[in-house]
């Protein structure tokens, strides 16, 4: 066990590009006992799909079963992620189209691989190892590709603007639509012409989507005859999706709810939400973020920032300012702080910044504020 802990943290170290100036390769491979000599070396890295087995045994369960299928040319390593990873030659590449089809067919593991591109030494593995991370990421929208080779991956590109067209259009037809297929039509119609110049990032994607989920969804019940029971399909799970297609899904799914659910659910949820951000708000003013209080509602900053001004008509910082103005005007009334330790206890550095805040909301400024008081 300690050597296969040495051999994994070995690799880990050398495919990430973080080994340090040591022992020649050759002498190191030697001492770990693997295999020192590759034709242009490469990495692939596995990714199991639709389990829900303990990540760690089927982690292992994986090293086991390719020790058995893979000649001793080729390593299996455990990556700093938890991933079962592959160092083999590229001459063997074409072992793994049946190295797939044998997990799927004798053991039923259905594994996606992301492989990298061969590298002329094994001091430069690691770059043939971020090339199989991000193929492995591909999968986002390769679907039900299983062998993923990062030469035929595409380049990503930036989403310039939100579809406000697409969205219009998506809304009339879920409004339209009479039947699940027609629902996934019309989902599937608006993520189309996004493709068509290339592959937006999928991190813009998640954030476009989310977006849009909270826009539509506010709009459709708006409307007479659509209920509210959003709250059953969390819009904070679409970071997790692992694939467009499973994005796709996941939406008619959520406008199939919002069209037949109870009438009230949603808005309570949101109420809910909305009470318990501003409770930590007012608690820690001095130092609350959008992030911090994000974190403890356990949202996405960007979600939480866009149910706060759907449901309370104000941004996240106009109200945390607005708060923080109100404790600073009783702290001024009943204390006998100095304006720097009033702004201080509010959440403000810098006491200037804090009177120029405090004059533009209350219309005098601090230390006028305090003589009015008195007076």
Known sequence: MMMTWMRDRFLQLLT????????PLKQAFDQLGLHPFYTYPAIALLHPIGTRQDPYSQTEQLRQILMQQLPETAIVYIDDQGRAAIL??????????????TLMDRWQLDVAFGIGQPCRQLAEVHRSYVQADAALHSRFYRGSERLLYASDQKPYRTLAD????GEKELLAAIKAAESEHELAEAVHRFFEPLLEEGLPDIKQVYEMTMRLLIRTERKLLADHGYGESHAKTEVTAIPGMETLEELEAYLVRCYQEIRKSPVSEAKENHRRIIQKTIRFMEQECDKATLCEVARKVYMTPTYLSLLFKTNTGQTFIEHLTQIRIEKAKELLRTTHFKNYEVAEQVGYQDPRYFSQVFKKKVGVSPTEFRDAVAN
């Open 16 to 23: 990430s590009g973080r080994r340090k100036s040591g022992l």
């Open 88 to 101: 083999f030659s590229w001459s063997a590449r074409h072992l793994l189209p049946a190295l797939q089809r």
């Open 162 to 165: 939100y579809p406000e067209q």
